[in-house]
C-alpha cells in the first residue's frame, strides 16, 4: 500500500495541481487570454496536434542533438580539469566566466554565424548543458579520496590504472547526477534559440502563437517542452540507479 | 644485510609556507619474516616511515634499502592496510580483494587465464579472516570489522613478502580489535612474510610484535627498541600475564622519556 503510493505519488501532485488550477480557472473566472485551465490547454493540444507533432520532433531533434554534444564535450573537458591541476587553474575562470553570459545573448551571435534554423538551436542547448556536465565530472575526480588513490599507487599502479580503477566509476554519480540537469536545460537552450532564431521547433510554434493571441497554445506548447524534459529527465535517472546503484546504498 | 633498512633517514614535507620535519635520523633493521611494531605518539611520523618502506614517499636525507634494493618508487611486493579500510564501494568484497591482481605482476597478465584460481585463494582468506559468506556483499553492507577483516586479505591475496600496516584496527570498538590481533597473528605465521605495524595501542603492539620501536614526538626520532619474548601464538589470556605487563609498562616509561 505505502509502495503504491510512493511510487504514485508524483503522479498524484501533478493531477492535484491541474486540479487546483481548474477549480482557480473556474471560480475566479480567469480569462483565458490571460491563464487558460489545463482543460483547454489539453483540448488545444488535440486540436492543433498536427502543427504540434512536427514543431515537439524538431525540438526534441535539436535538444538531444545538442545534449548529446554536451555530454561527449563535457565529459572530456572534465577529465581533463578534474584530472590535471595545472588544467584546473589555467582553464577553470575562463569556463566560469564563458558560463556566466547569459546564452539567449548569444543566439543571435549565432544566427549571424550559422543563419536561422536548426544550428543555433542544438548549440545553444549544447552551450547551456555542457557546463553542468563538466564541473561535477571535474569534481568528482578532484574530490578522489587520496587514501583510495595510495591503495593503488603502494601497489605500483600508474596514472591510468589509478584512473580506471578509482577516478572513473567514483566519479561516475557525479557524471549521471549532473546528466539528469543538463538534460533539461538542454530543453531550454534548444526553445530559447527557437524563440528567436528558426522556423520550426516549440518555441517557433509558440512565439506564433502568441503573434496571433493563441494563449492556449502557447501554453500547450510549454506543457509539451515540459512533459519531454520529464521524460529525458526519467531516463536518466533509471541509468544512473542502473548504473551506480552502490551510491545509494539501495 | 637486513631485510627492510632505513639508514640515517630524515623527511621533510614541503609545502608553499613551511617546511614540516616528520621524521629525523631514523635508522632500522628488519628482519625477513619479522613482525615489528612502531609505537608513538600521534603525529610523530609513525605513518611517513610505512610510506617511505612502501616508495610512496622519497627520503629528503639518507636511504631506504629492500630485499638489498634502494627504494626509489613504489614497491611491488607490498601490501598496505590503512586505518580506513578503503574499500571501493561499488566492487564486491570479493572483487575488492582481488584488486591487487588486477594490478601487480605477474597476476595482471594472467588474470584471465587464472582467474578461478584466484577467486579460490581470495575464498581461502576470506575463510581464514572469518568472511566466509560475505564475498558478495558490497563493503557498505558490512561492519567496520569486517570492512577492515576484508582491507585485510586485499593487502594480503598477492602474497607480498612486506605487510605495511598503519593502525588498521585504530577506528574498531575493544573486542572486534581484540579478536583481530588473533586474526593477524595466524595469518602471519602462515605467511612468514615480513610486517610493519603502526600503532599507539601498545598492548596490540606488545601481543603482535617480535620488535617493538618507541618514536619520539614530531620530528619522530627512535627512541628505544624492545625485543618481545613472549611464546606463539599469544593469547588474549596472556595480556593478563604479569611478564606481558610488564613489557607494556616499559614500553609506556620509554614513551614519557620521549616526550621529556
Redo the contacts between chains.
Keep these: 500500500m505505502k509502495k503504491a503510493f510512493d511510487n504514485s505519488s508524483p503522479v498524484l501532485v501533478i493531477l492535484a495541481v491541474f486540479l487546483l488550477w481548474e477549480v482557480a480557472g473556474l471560480v475566479f473566472k480567469i480569462d483565458e487570454f490571460i491563464l487558460p485551465r489545463p482543460t483547454v490547454i489539453f483540448v488545444t493540444l488535440f486540436k492543433w496536434q498536427h502543427a504540434i507533432w512536427p514543431n515537439a520532433w524538431q525540438t526534441l531533434f535539436t535538444t538531444l542533438v545538442g545534449f548529446g554534444m554536451a555530454i561527449v564535450g563535457g565529459l572530456l573537458l572534465g577529465l581533463l580539469v578534474g584530472y590535471f591541476k595545472l588544467i584546473y587553474n589555467a582553464l577553470y575562470p575562463l569556463l566560469i566566466g564563458f558560463n556566466s553570459i547569459p546564452k539567449a545573448a548569444l543566439v543571435p551571435v549565432l544566427v549571424i554565424w550559422f543563419g536561422i534554423g536548426t544550428i543555433p538551436a542544438i548549440l545553444t542547448a549544447f552551450l547551456i548543458s555542457f557546463f553542468p556536465i563538466m564541473v561535477n565530472v571535474a569534481t568528482g575526480l578532484a574530490t578522489l ?1 587520496p ?2 588513490q ?8 600508474s596514472r591510468v ?1 589509478i584512473f580506471t ?2 577516478g572513473f ?2 566519479s ?1 554519480p557525479y557524471f549521471f547526477g549532473s546528466l539528469k540537469v543538463a538534460a533539461t536545460l538542454a530543453f531550454v537552450g534548444a526553445v530559447i534559440a527557437e524563440l528567436g532564431a528558426s522556423n520550426a521547433g516549440i518555441g517557433y510554434l509558440m512565439v506564433n502563437a502568441s503573434a496571433r493571441f493563441e494563449v492556449p497554445l502557447v501554453f500547450a506548447g510549454l506543457f509539451v517542452v515540459a512533459a519531454m524534459g520529464i521524460g529525458l529527465y526519467a531516463i536518466f535517472a533509471v541509468l544512473e540507479r542502473r548504473f ?1 546503484a ?2 545509494y ?1 539501495g | 644485510m637486513a631485510f627492510v633498512e632505513l639508514n640515517d633517514v630524515t623527511l621533510e614535507y614541503v609545502n608553499e609556507a613551511n617546511v614540516t620535519r616528520a621524521i629525523e635520523n631514523v635508522s632500522l633493521q628488519i628482519e625477513q619474516g619479522e613482525f615489528v611494531a612502531i609505537a608513538g605518539p600521534s603525529g610523530c611520523g609513525k605513518t611517513t616511515i610505512l610510506k617511505l618502506v ?3 614517499l622519497k627520503a629528503t636525507q639518507g636511504t631506504v634499502t629492500v630485499a638489498n634494493e634502494r627504494v626509489t ?4 611486493i ?3 592496510a ?1 586505518q ?1 579500510p ?1 574499500l ?3 566492487r564486491t568484497t570479493l572483487e575488492n580483494i582481488l ?2 591482481l ?3 605482476e605477474p597476476h595482471k597478465r594472467l588474470f584471465r587465464q587464472n582467474f578461478s584460481t584466484y577467486v579460490e585463494a581470495a575464498h581461502n582468506l576470506l575463510n581464514t579472516v572469518g568472511l566466509d559468506g560475505f564475498a558478495d556483499r ?1 563493503p ?1 553492507q558490512l561492519s567496520g570489522g569486517m570492512q577492515q577483516r576484508a582491507s585485510l586479505c ?1 593487502a594480503l591475496i ?1 602474497e607480498p613478502q612486506i605487510l ?1 600496516l598503519d593502525e588498521p584496527f585504530g577506528a574498531l570498538d575493544a573486542f572486534t580489535r581484540e579478536e583481530l590481533w588473533g586474526v593477524l597473528q595466524t595469518l602471519w605465521q602462515k605467511r612468514q612474510c615480513t610486517v610493519i605495524l603502526v600503532t599507539h595501542d601498545l598492548r596490540e603492539a606488545v601481543y603482535l610484535a617480535n620488535t617493538v620501536y618507541v618514536m619520539s614526538r614530531r620530528p619522530g626520532r627512535l627512541v628505544s627498541r624492545t625485543p618481545i619474548h613472549l611464546p606463539r601464538p599469544r593469547t588474549l589470556e596472556d595480556t593478563f600475564r604479569a611478564d606481558f605487563i610488564e613489557y607494556v609498562h616499559e614500553i609506556r616509561r620509554k614513551i614519557t622519556e620521549g616526550l621529556a
Design positions: 579520496e587514501e583510495l595510495d591503495v593503488l599507487r603502494s601497489l605500483g599502479a590504472e580503477k578509482v566509476p567514483r561516475l551506480t552502490w551510491a546504498r | 612502501a616508495g610512496l618508487g613504489p614497491l611491488k607490498v601490501g598496505m590503512f580506513n578503503t571501493l564501494p561499488w584488486l591487487p588486477e594490478i601487480v558490497h557498505w586485499r598477492h605495511l
